[in-house]
């Protein structure tokens, strides 16, 4: 069994408002796993689901076989806004999050991995930098060199580069594809832009509105890199999941008629 993360049949509810109504899917190891729905499906909270922020009231979610509150280190975040410690350099702030994991690692080690993949997100010029000097691209690259850092199987990312002008979200895609292709880690990706979904996955998971489900898995066998316009099988894809959003609007509509 290559599953490295299970969410089965996953009941969640906020007070008497259900989120998840018996929700399941699975992802593979290695694999680049998007989650696309629409605001407030519950994308935001699969994550914190998987991290130990937050427990199923029924149902199972394990990672490599453990419940989240065992399995909950194997993960490492990227948040749509960076959330860096203004105070320290780039440098700094990728050691901060091995400092944080790892109590007992020597500090040359954690330094040797810190530049290592400062490098490898193509901050080698920008490793003094302080946050307030980076632009937003180049502060989404230390964070994905923070969670990359703690060695992680599985790297959670939350909409990470919606924040970023058009230009910078583009060569973000590309270079998360690159990193994701020279780690070999799991990636799972949350994002409602119906593009983006289908440039960088493997799959796409997409979600109902609440109470949630998973709705329909789509296989992207396109290989990389990848351009929508040009290929018909993405095209016939980004139709159907059109398709599949405008439905998942129509009740709203309806009511406001
Ligand atoms: N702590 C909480 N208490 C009550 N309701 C919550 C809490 N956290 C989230 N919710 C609700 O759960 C639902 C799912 O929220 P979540 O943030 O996961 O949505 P999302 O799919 O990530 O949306 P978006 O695309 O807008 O980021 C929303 O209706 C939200 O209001
Ligand atoms: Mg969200």
Redesign the pocket.
């Known amino acids: 069994m290559n599953d490295i993360l299970v969410f089965d049949d996953v009941l969640l509810k ?2 008497k ?1 259900t ?1 998840y109504d018996g929700l399941s899917f699975t992802v593979k190891k290695g694999e680049f796993l998007c989650i696309l ?10 994550l914190r689901l998987m991290g130990n922020l937050l427990e199923a009231d029924d149902g199972n979610v394990t990672i490599e076989g453990l419940p989240p509150e065992h399995g909950w280190n194997k993960l490492a975040y990227v948040f749509q806004s960076p959330r860096l410690v203004p105070w320290r350099s780039a440098l700094g702030n990728v050691l901060l999050g091995m400092e944080l994991r790892f109590e007992k690692l020597a500090k040359s080690t954690m330094a040797e991995t810190a530049n290592r993949l400062l490098d490898m997100v193509g901050l080698h010029e920008d490793k003094d930098k302080y946050p307030g000097m980076l632009s937003g691209g180049e502060r989404q690259r230390v964070s994905i060199a923070r969670a990359l850092s703690v060695d992680p199987d599985i790297i959670l990312m939350d ?1 990470p580069f919606s924040a970023l002008d058009l230009n910078t979200r583009w060569r973000m895609r590309s270079e998360i594809i690159r990193i994701w292709q020279e780690t070999g880690k799991t990636v799972i990706f ?1 994002t ?1 832009d119906i593009d983006e979904a289908l440039v960088l996955a493997d799959r796409v998971l997409l979600l109902s509105n ?1 109470p949630t489900k998973a709705l329909e898995t789509l296989t992207l066998e396109e290989p990389r890199p990848r351009q929508i316009e040009q290929s018909e099988s993405l095209t016939q894809q980004k139709n159907y999941l059109i398709s599949l959003f405008r439905k998942l609007e129509q009740p709203d509509e309806l009511e406001t008629v």
Do not use: Q
Not at 37 to 46: A, D, E, I, V, Y
């Open positions: 906020f007070g408002e989120i729905g629409p605001s407030g499906c519950g994308k935001s909270t699969s909409e949350v409602h609440k």
